[in-house]
């Protein structure tokens, strides 16, 4: 079960950091991604972190956003920089296993998500 946290509304140029705590599980195997939903548009992949520590982002994000682990208390984490009226949307964390390196953006590769946790960017 993943609980995802820390949404708001902030102005453009501000920072936010969500969270993602995570129950049951080995969640030191999991490979854990943020996704994305803008109003009338398709999900998309923000970011992921492997159980080795390897990130990845979406290339929209690179330079802003900082994904990170914390595998003693289960919560993945999701640092949002200058953020900018287009990342605006609902964020949802997500988890997987077994999931391989060019699969890691496909949001069906994922077996668990948490609720959205809304962000809302103003200019």
């Known amino acids: 079960q993943l609980q995802a946290s820390g949404g708001g509304l902030v102005q453009a140029g501000d920072s936010l950091r969500l969270s993602c705590a995570a129950s049951?599980?080995?969640?030191?195997?999991?490979?854990l991604g943020w996704f994305r939903q803008a109003p009338g548009k398709e999900r998309e992949f923000v970011a992921a972190?492997?159980?080795?520590?390897?990130?990845y982002y979406t290339d929209s994000v690179k330079g802003r956003f900082t994904i990170s682990r914390d595998n003693g208390q289960n919560t993945v984490h999701l640092q949002m920089n200058s953020l900018k009226p287009e990342d605006t949307a609902d964020y949802y964390c997500?988890?997987?296993?077994?999931?391989?390196?060019?699969?890691?953006?496909?949001?069906?590769?994922?077996?668990?998500w948490g609720q959205g946790t809304l962000v809302t960017v103003s200019s």
């Open positions: 997500a988890a997987g296993t077994g999931i391989i390196l060019s699969s890691i953006p496909e949001g069906t590769q994922y077996s668990f």
């Open positions: 049951g599980g080995t969640f030191r195997t999991l490979t």
């Open positions: 972190i492997r159980w080795s520590g390897h990130t």
